[in-house]
């Protein structure tokens, strides 16, 4: 077991954890914060996707001992938070989910787009999002909805 | 899945690391970013005893340029490197061959020292600094020693690092202004790994990688000679013949795309 | 009349279904349902019983642990509001957690919440709470008569509602004999042996707060907590899992019903409170408390005219929901007759405000107490008249061809023979020999006594009934939900609440009764608001009557769509066709259950082309019509012995002849009455919540309120008569609560019988040694 | 009516935002992984390594003998036996832990128990299993021979299931001068749904009652077969699919891992847990698409296609999956191979072979993805043959608008549709005129452009009378709904349908509105929970919009009437005069809320009427459309392609659709639905494969090698729609579900074939990889 402090979504934590327990299964498992999901746990699909310090990050391929010390946000610690917010929106305008399950990784990928990158045109917001895999809505919605969040940033 | 059982250490330095590589008696692995070794451990592929985590070690992510030498900290994000932290032609170079790898989710853990160490064929910087040439540094028992980059990627997952050797950055060379540089990566899809990797810079002298291989990369001197002696382009016909030269193993799409990454490698070096 | 016939349906001493689970220790208690990063709670309650000022200091550093009444109105929550239509009755809000007053020692003031209950406990231990002392309201005469304080400053008095029952009050004065008692019931705790029990969750998928509750009303509960927390009907789900006894208890809310929910949805974590016994002796000793002066008049020959009484019942603080704090008064009032003929009536009953807790309806409601008062009056009116108790009670009661009789209040007794339950008991009791021992001393120096107790029960309150009392949950037509499951069993889900009862037993038996399915293959599901169609729930000795129809009459719809699917594939005319052992029956053989259920689920191209759309999951229900209810009644009688020197009182014999019309499961019923039986002995010889001056509850722990164990009954002989109701599906009656009524009644009786030679009676239950000593000292 | 212009804000046809949003924008769903208990534990299996042979020894690992569980341990679960009444079929049984032999790499062999999955998988790392192996049957054309191994011993032969149908070709023999003849394969696949299978099995005492949270399509389904595998009575299982992850066919049948998880949970008296990861799903989920065509076309040469002719093996893998079977795709490629085409002459042959795979199931579109690739792509065939443009070729040989209903040579019954019109609009949509103009040039990176088209009809929502001709063990009947007002003049609808992505909580909601003008948010749409809803056999066959959707307009419709029953009551009028209008019930006397109708019921029933329906206002209905051969959707797909022909690369470059699905109840959610299903479309044509080697070992089993459609990988589609509603179903609507899907490979190779038709190459094969199109190529070069 090894010893880990870190916040999540604001809050302290100290918590004992197995080495090998990946920062996803502590995520969900140990903190029941269980809108981050699993999707492959090989680092391809993108719906265990949560910021790191701000960034995102592959929390399935990521160890809960390595994020020791640092600063952590899952999908369940943006209400205050403006791109989110208006990703919300336009995530449920456009109709970019189905299942929902691609959903909590999907919008944090996007929210780094739509602050990394805000000249970004449709070839771009594609390009970046190849790393998030959803399989039910053929990207139409989720494309869409990015770019509408892209331009009111450009208005 | 879920990775079988080690440890994980903490490490402030690398001399720390070094020392308990020396002495490890079980499969002990170095962690830099994790991002390649992490989804071997998930599916079990990978089981090491111990994993030497260098996230705490000081000094291993700096970029400085000293003279003709451009100073790389292993763990180096590729995130940083295609935000474009790196100088110069060569920063230009490294910056279109980082934001080719993988997804920003992951160039954000990976790093570039984890990649050359861990030595996929099929990953990026093993090619592309092959063809920008220089030296990985590492430290062990007797201090830092430089390897050069050429034929320091041995085939895959292994490398000219000693067992108890840690890799702590590059010296790599820089392009001048008026350097040429061309990367054309082959694969299905974006940020998956390379099915081929065509990898040229003519800066002080050319160089051409054909990689992405079953084993190591390697230089192609008959591409190097021709740009030496000026070409500007590439047939795929020709490089099909160049590399039919080369004991590949490639069938003939492998040779065909491979040709074709070289091919259009050259052709973006001189677009 | 069904027989059992079936050896499973109505009338069969069917084993229960629910007992491998608890005899495996395999039953789900609220305390038992655990969820990760759960919370528990522990309370802060009054350690006054009045003051005001109140003020609350949570603990430093603990302060997102703990949360009081401020911070509820904060969030707009709602107080429980408990609207009653009756004229003059004084309306209270319930407040969740206390405000400005405190109101009764125990009252909750504020929650605290930590990983266990242990450390939550210490943050109780740390909360500061202040207020300024008033003199509290404890005795209810001196509520009425000498109020040393007001529970509601702004209400003038203590009397939340008096109302007067009168009719043809001047044919008191042609009464011959007259006799008066005053007579009092003192204040009990239900004393389930699970306590209250909330565990509370959101869930934050479908915005909707879960709730598993040890409750007898499940629906009712759903709709407090949506009035409370503002939510729509779809945003809570209740689960009241195996429940370990109610009594009726369970059948109101409890403030922690709503402010355990309420933290839970603002801490986002599942939270649990489980009642210890303390607290359920201090803050939940809420039942039976009533004090009677009544004077019963009779002709010289002993015919009973009328009866004259003032009743006030102490309702404690506050008014419960969904029942109200007049439930108790207005019942005694109406009812006070019980099973007797009378031609004049002179009731004026007043329920009062004291700093106690709020009164609840236990088992019986109110008719513990009337019939301990009429009985008591009908005994001391016989001794007056010089006359056997018996022949006057035989001599007084409703007869079997006066059926269906109008009450002198208004009521109907739908049907019955009383005189023969009393003959009965009387029998099986042997007044005679009674006599005859009584003639000569016991070895012991005891003094022997025999005593009766006659008393009628309303059972299934109706709509009109619930209407004209003003309550806030109106019973309607009940309703049962029931499907073929896909291998021919069924599956039934009701709204009323099953804690010991039996009913997943009982219920089973009329589906078998109604279409001959083998209970093995019937669940019954109830106590979840999900899987359940509506129902007010299970007080009120309702739920067999009203969710055994229900279950009737559903399976009646049902079966007509299995007899369809069952008539084509036998190819015959629906007409020819019946129900029969689970089977649909016609001229030419049989099609089982499991084959109709086979066609609808798996293989519907063989169904016929006018099947009904609906299928074979059904919704319907039932309501006695004309809308009354039906009258279960009994006598108890018993034999006691009475020791003078110690004043200790042994219960030598008890009979019982009841008639809850047709019964369903003769082993249940018994089982039923025998418990009921036994707490009616509580009542009469051990329970007492008692207060001190200060109004300070004496009887926090089980050594100081003393339960009835294995000892305090023999072996109780039981007789059942059994006169159909025609009100209801097959004739039956209520029964889960009239065990309990005459107990105390018979038990004074005696005592008194056996005391006469000292020309005293015993007045007041408990009826504890020094009591009985004091009484036979004459104070 | 739907197209009339005055589609209502929330009712029929109203683009109405998803009321299910919510919780998934704000990570608040909840899916079957997400449930945890205390004391729950959880399973890993020990997997098979080999494709095929016989066990000859299982070694639990010492100390850890309690936590292993094998065969011989589960002996009283019974293995899954799903029958079929088609004549020929040979029923098997699927073991949930293999007995005394495997049939395909990854097959369950024992099952491993902990606290942790982690510590669930060190244990079963340390079980040791011995094999003798057998040789794998890994093709389906080689299972065929007559000396491949067996994989069921009892049977002569690995022919699970064959259909045949013949006609008189001498009759068009005149006429039909041109013959195409072809041969396609469509290659296996995983469905991939993003969160896997899972399952949480608890025995709840109180209930008498095994509680089974799983990750499924149809709940009803997984309940009735884990009574009877597990030998429980049918109320004693309760099924609940939580949120679920996408599910495509492969969540509608029941699972050894569901029936394990429950034989566990009841034998250890614990929760226990299963979550399938990605690896488990590639390489034991690898399940479906895998076709294999001769087709043979006659047709004249104007082309009028006259005959057809055709052989179809399907690779049905090792075992048969319950309760379809795995003689589904067959018959129904059989059925649907003609399309939407009015052909005068079809022979057709299926041969459903077992191969050591994973037992087949029916994924989204359900053999027509592999019949529509086959007829299409052989149109294009016929056109390049003939020198005619394909898409007037299908034009000219379609079943007109004027025919309908229609019954094809098939014997399918198509009900409406200007079958034709969306060709001819798809291909205005993708601008062919302009890119013929264009079209010969190659740009300067070696790329060519093509364009191709795809046309289907999908039967949706059939009914009892096709499911009962199939045979199957689970024939659909009446669909049914129940609806209960609350205390508060809200509506709950349930549902034994599943929604997973195709917003059900919204479009029912909407149905709802539609029939009592209640608005959708106060409608609370409960599905996938046999304890809570009314039986039905669940989302598949992109039936549930028109069964349930069916179902709740007819309950609505009488629980209207029982409204309006108390509502003429409480104004005094009589009950001829009180209707419902906008979500009250009105009358010239005045106008009474739900909600007051509400509160009468549950709170003053003593003012209610003495004639009120006793059973209130909770109300079950069904409903089954009349008659039940379906209601057939149909659509043209055209698409832009540019190829590489350096690398063989395609990159899809403009993709219109024209589809017709009846009414739509949400024109918002068929959008969804149709690029999600063309993007599916766009894997199998590009993109997904897994592939097998000679041994029977899974060559894709993790998405390094499997390759998912990305973001990069779709166009942003344009669409649009005719609507011919339905004569058969309610409000006209047809499923549209599983369409999207259908035409994608076939409209995708086309456009490849018409990129290449200069090069005189063809695709014949999907994924078209860049390695198959150098491959064509190549071979076109060399052929030179």
Known sequence: MTELSLKINGEDIAADVEH???????????????????????????????????????????LAAVADGTEITTIEGFDDDEPMSDLRQAFHENHALQCGYCTPGMLIAARDIVTRLPDAEEDRVRLELAGNLCRCTGYVGIVKAILSVLDQGRA | MKPAKFEHQRMTSVDDAVKALGEADKEIRVLGGGQSLGPMMNLRLAQPDVLLDLSRVDGLTDIEEDGNRLKIGSRVTHARIEDGEVPGTTGAYMQFVASGISYRSVRNRGTIGGSVAHSDPAADWPSALLALGGHVTAAGPEGLRTISLDGFTVGPFSTGLGFDEVLTGFELAVLGPGARWGYYKVNRKPGEFADAIGAITVGAEPRAVCGATESAPFRVPEIEQRLSAGADELSVVDARNILEEHDTGFDDYELQIHAVALSRAVKRAFE | MPDGAMGQGIGASVLRKEDKRFLRGHGRYVADIARPRMLEAAIARSPVAHANGLKVVKPPGDEARVFIADDMAADGVEPIHVVSKFPGHKASDYPHLATDKLRFVGEAIAVCLADNRAAAEDLVAKTQISFDPLPPVVEMLDAVENPPALVYDDWGDNVILDSRFEENVDGINSAAVSVTRSLRMNRQAVNPLEGAAVLAEWDPRDERLVVHSSSQIPHILKNALCECLGLRQSQVHVIAPDVGGGFGYKCVLIPEEIYIPWVAMQVKRPVRWIQDRREHLVAAANAREHHYSVTLHADADGTFIGVEADIVVDSGAYSVYPHSNILESTMAGRTLHGPYKFSAYKVRSRAVATNKP?????????????????????????????????????????????????????????????????????????????????????????????????????????????????????????????????????????????????????????????????????????????????????????????????????CDVLGENIRRIGAHLLQCEFDDTRIEAASVVGPSGNVTFEEVARVWHRNPEELPADIDPAGVEVTSGFRPKPDNSPFSYATHACIVSVDPELGQVEILDYVISEDCGTIVNPMVVDGQIIGGALQGVGTALLEESRYDADGQPLSSTFADYTMPGSTQLPKLRLDHLV????????????????????????????????????????????????RVLATIAGE | MADDGERSAKGIGARVLRKEDARHLTGKGKFTSDFKRPGQKEMAFVRSSVAHARIKSINKPAGFENAVFTADDLSDLKPMRAPSKLPGYKASDYPSLAINKVRFAGEPVAVCVADSRAEAEDIAQLVKVEYDLLPAVTDMLAAKAADAALLHEEWENNIVFETFSDDDFSKIADEATVIIKREYRMNRQAMNPMEGKAVFAEWDDRQDQLMVWTSTQVPHLIRTGLAEFLDLEQRQVRVIAPDVGGGFGCKALLQPEELIAGWLARKLECPIRWVEDRREHLVTGANCREHHYFVTLHATPDGRMLGLDCDVTVDAGAY?????????EGAMAHGNLPGPYDIKAYRCRTQTMVTNKPGLMPYRGVARPGVCYAMEMTIDALAREIGMEAHEIRMKNMVPESAMPFMSIANKHFDSGNYAKSVEMAAEMIGLKEIRAAQTEMDTEGRLTGVGMGSYVEQTAHGTSVFSSWGVAMVPGYEQATVRLTPDGGLELRIGVQSHGQGMETSMAQMAYEVLGIDPENVMVTHGDTGLTPYSTGTYASRSMVMAGGATARACRVLAERMEIIGAHLLQCERAEASIVGGKVVSGKGEVSFAEIGRVWYLNPDELPENVDQGGVEVTMGYRPEPDSGAFTYASHACKVSVDIETGKVKVLDYAIVEDCGTMVNPMIVEGQTYGGATQGIGTALLEESPYDDMGNPGASTFADYMMPSATDAPQYRIDHMESPSPFTEYGIKGMGEGGTIPTPAAIGNAINDALKQIGAEVVETPFTPRRVRAAIAAAQTNR
């Open chain 1, 20 to 62: 090998r327990l990946s920062l996803a299964d502590f995520i969900r498992d140990h903190r029941r914060l269980t809108g981050t999901h699993l999707g492959c746990e090989h680092g391809v699909c993108g719906a265990c996707t949560v910021l790191m310090d701000g960034e995102p990050v592959r929390s399935c391929i990521t």
């Open chain 3, 723 to 770: 006169t159909p109701s025609p009100l209801t599906e097959y004739g039956v009656k209520g029964l889960g609560e009239g065990g309990a009524i005459p107990p105390p009644a018979a038990i004074a009786n005696a005592v008194n019988d056996a005391l006469r030679g000292f020309n005293v009676e015993v007045t007041e239950t408990p009826i504890t040694p020094r």
């Open chain 4, 320 to 328: 048969s999956v319950y309760p379809f079977t795995n003689g589904l």
């Open chain 3, 358 to 554: 709020p009164i609840v309806p236990y088992r019986g409601v109110a008719r513990p107490g009337i019939c301990f008062a009429m009985e008591l009056a009908v005994d001391a009116m016989a001794r007056q008249l010089g006359r056997e108790p018996y022949d006057l009670r035989m001599q007084n009661l409703v007869p079997g061809d006066a059926m269906p009789y109008k009450t002198i209040t208004g009521g109907e007794f739908d049907s019955g023979d009383y005189p023969e339950a009393l003959r009965r008991a009387g029998s099986l009791i042997n007044v005679a020999a009674v006599r005859e021992r009584q003639a000569n001393r016991e070895a012991d120096g005891c003094l022997i006594g025999v005593g009766f107790g006659c008393y009628i029960e309303m059972t299934a309150l109706q709509t009109s009934a619930a209407a004209r009392a003003g309550l806030a949950a109106i019973p309607g037509y009940e309703q049962a939900h029931i499907r073929l499951t896909p291998d021919g069993g069924l599956e039934i889900g009701v709204g009323v609440q099953n804690h010991g009862q039996g009913m997943e037993t009982t219920l089973a038996q009329v589906a078998c009764e109604r279409l001959g399915v083998d209970i093995d293959m019937v669940a019954v599901r109830h106590g979840d608001t999900a899987t359940s169609p509506y129902s007010t729930g299970t007080y009120a000795s309702r739920s067999l009557i009203m969710a055994g129809g229900a279950v009737a009459r559903t």
